[in-house]
């Protein structure tokens, strides 16, 4: 099992603590950081994904459950054009390694301060602290993935740069402790989910861009 780089120091901590605990014999104590340790262990879990194939595919940023699919959303802070927004909160037990919804380049990086409300909360997308990643990707099409802090996340993770190029299923950020992601795609898209399913990032299919039409007149599939 590979782990979040942030999580380390956490880990270690929390392992090298229940280890001098129970050295000096305090045997309870011990016990009951070794088992905050593997919490931490647990929510710093970082799996490998392999993205599907198909170059008009958007997959999910985040693991969690889908708490809104908004059509059409109106929000010039990330796009001035009509999208389509899907939000996914993730609670303190799902993965947190955020991924990249497709490839492209990035045009922009903005990061929000802001409050700390619940993140499956709908007026979290608009108050709490965020982090928002817009790509240009292949089809054309601008998307926006905003990272957005939960009640108890007080942090946010991102290493993205404008002007790099990316690709579909990396890994690149993430929020601790309870939080969501949002994405913002083109409305020429088909969703593919729906309010209440569970999504795994980099590798659950959340929407299709239509097929283009080819020199020889023929549609383009995935």
Not at 36 to 41: G, I, P, R, S, Y
Request: a positive charge; glycine letters at 10%.
């Amino acid at each position: 099992m590979h782990f979040a780089p942030q999580g380390y120091p956490w880990i270690f901590g929390l392992g090298s603590a229940s280890l001098i605990l129970g050295l000096l014999e305090f045997r309870i104590p011990s016990l009951g950081v070794f088992f905050l340790c593997l919490f931490v262990a647990y929510f710093f879990r970082d799996p490998n994904r392999t993205p599907p194939e198909g170059q008009r595919l958007i997959v999910a940023p985040a693991d969690g459950r889908v708490v809104t699919v908004e059509q059409p959303c109106q929000d010039p802070r990330f796009l001035p054009a009509p999208t389509i927004r899907v939000g996914i909160f993730m609670s303190p037990l799902d993965v947190h390694v955020n991924r990249l919804a497709v490839s492209g380049r990035i045009e922009a990086v903005r990061y929000q301060p802001g409050k700390f409300r619940p993140a499956f909360a709908q007026v979290a997308a608009e108050v709490n602290e965020q982090n928002a990643v817009t790509i240009r990707d292949e089809q054309g099409g601008r998307i926006a993935l905003v990272q957005i802090a939960g009640i108890l996340a007080r942090r946010i993770v991102c290493r993205l740069k404008g002007g790099e190029r990316v690709e579909q299923g990396a890994r690149y950020g993430m929020i601790m402790f309870g939080s969501r992601v949002d994405v913002y795609c083109p409305p020429q898209v088909a969703l593919k989910v729906e309010v209440g399913q569970r999504v795994k990032a980099g590798e659950t299919i959340l929407a299709v861009y239509p097929p283009t039409t080819g020199e020889d007149g023929r549609s383009e599939t995935a």
